[in-house]
């Protein structure tokens, strides 16, 4: 089992960049492969960026995609998001999720797919 703990959300302008993180806490961290969510009010949640366990394999949402960047560390168990050129669109609290296989390079887009999940953090991009 896991538990996943995000920080790093805030309020920024439209431009500015965030970089959040997800600590995990186990010791079979690179066990799992990572992703993250966002969800905006009165939507449903959508999938940002996912990871596979060593970090190897990455893969993005349309939305995001050439502006945000995932990256994990797995001495630290912790992995990051770095979100650059950040847009009012991206305002929405952002999940990580862990999902627990024994493939290194898998990755999952769905929400489905995930086993655990963090409590969010509010990004909010203002004009």
């Known amino acids: 089992q896991v538990q996943l703990v995000e920080s790093g959300g805030g309020l920024v302008q439209a431009g500015d960049s965030l970089r959040l993180s997800c600590a995990a806490s186990g010791r079979t961290f690179s066990m799992y492969a990572m992703g993250w969510f966002r969800q905006a009010p009165g939507k449903e949640r959508e999938f940002g960026a996912a990871?596979?366990?060593?970090?190897?394999?990455?893969y993005y949402a349309d939305s995001v995609k050439g502006r945000f960047t995932i990256s994990r560390d797995n001495a630290k168990n912790t992995m990051y998001l770095q979100m650059n050129s950040l847009k009012p669109e991206d305002t929405a609290v952002y999940y990580c999720a862990a999902k627990y296989t024994v493939y290194s390079d898998h990755w999952y887009y769905t929400p489905l797919g995930y086993d655990y999940w963090g409590q969010g953090t509010q990004v909010t991009v203002s004009s």
């Open positions: 990871i596979s366990r060593s970090g190897g394999i990455t």
